[in-house]
């Protein structure tokens, strides 16, 4: 069982598997859009337990949506686990998420043709709704997966025209009856493009990644008054689109002013009535700060929410704020983490220990067990574009790198 001579994942059924997945929801001049719990989700969704069905895994749904396939093992352990999510962003790439879904398939496929079974079962997942593009917070059904949000707040969220994450689910026929948070998983290794320029950019192959940085995100709302723009003196305006442009700028320039690795990004703002000669009345924007220094994220986001209810206040608009998501940075388990080195450098592959700057699946499961992720680059370091991009034999580097470290955390003996 533990002689495993060598394995080698087929990097060609892999890229084959991307290509059809990336098919549904495909977008005119590429890329892909599957929003969470949308009809094209639920389409990506049918491939991917096809797929899981036809490699003889057991497959369950559980009641967030979560799916989880078996590949049995030879004893009753739990299982060690990998996966991702196949929900995208509105103008998402091919490869954020679904290569290590897809990655994860096509280990147990390989293992499969070979008549291998290890000793612990290794299992596959799709978590809900990772992305967070229409309901937050994002990493929900791997959150809700590890105990970090209760079932029907997840369930409760709603997405900008006031739907509900549970009535979505239901209505594309993923509330599955699983219990959420089973089976209780060994280990976790998520397989992911960078999303960065730091592989690319340096030409090197595998990304061993130790921690997630800190995420904050948040809903401004800035409430004024409606006035024709000809003639409402300025000093007489209560303009929300003002506080908006003011808080998009403040964010931008304090992520500058702090430097190291604080980041800032406004990535929505939707004016009301939102025409060329009318003040606009309401605002409503979005402010994503990361940091991997929880203390200095901390310290950012009390400045931007002083920034922004001061200066609403001096324009005489009205400032609600929300918090959408809040994570502290996540430091892996070491043991994962040298593995991941360690087998890495075995295949020959050039490495270096990185944080990770998105958010993953796997740091919500590395609150129930020891977790772990493997980087591959990506060209030009472009994500959450439909220009993303993974050369072919860096996909097939990640996928056989992911195989040897489930071999070795499925096998181990302790
Ligand atoms: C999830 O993709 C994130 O925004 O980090
Ligand atoms: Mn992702
Ligand atoms: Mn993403």
Known sequence: MNAVPSLHINSERLLASLMSLGEVGALDGGGVCRLALTDADKLGRDWVVARMRELGMSVAIDVVGNGVAVYEGTEDLPPVM???????????????????????????????????????????????????????????????????LPLEQALAARDSDGLAAGEELQRIGYQGQAPVGRPRVDSFVELHVEQGPVLHGRGLQIGVVESVQGISWSEFIFEGVSNHAGTTPMELRRDAGYVAACLSTFAHDLALRYGGRQIATVGSIRLTPNLVNVIANRAVLTVDLRNTDAQALARAEAEVLEFASCTAAAQGVACRHRLLARFDPVAFETTVVDLVEQEAGRLGLSTVRMPS????????????????????????????????FTAPQDLANGAQLLLQVLLKLANRIA
Do not use: K, W
């Not at 700057?357 to 796997?362: K, L, T, Y």
């Open 82 to 148: 990998t996966g991702s999510h196949i929900d995208t962003v509105r103008t998402g790439g091919l490869y954020d998420g679904n290569y290590g879904v897809l990655a994860g398939l096509e280990v147990v496929a390989t293992l499969r043709d070979a008549g291998v079974r290890t000793r612990r079962p290794v299992a596959v997942a799709f978590f809900t709704n990772e992305e967070g593009a229409r309901f937050q917070p994002d990493m929900m059904g791997s959150l809700v997966y590890a105990g970090g």
């Open 357 to 388: 700057g998105a958010g993953h699946d796997a740091q919500m499961l590395a609150r129930v067990c020891p977790a772990g992720m493997i980087f591959v680059p990506s060209v030009d370091g472009l994500s959450h574009n439909v220009r993303e």
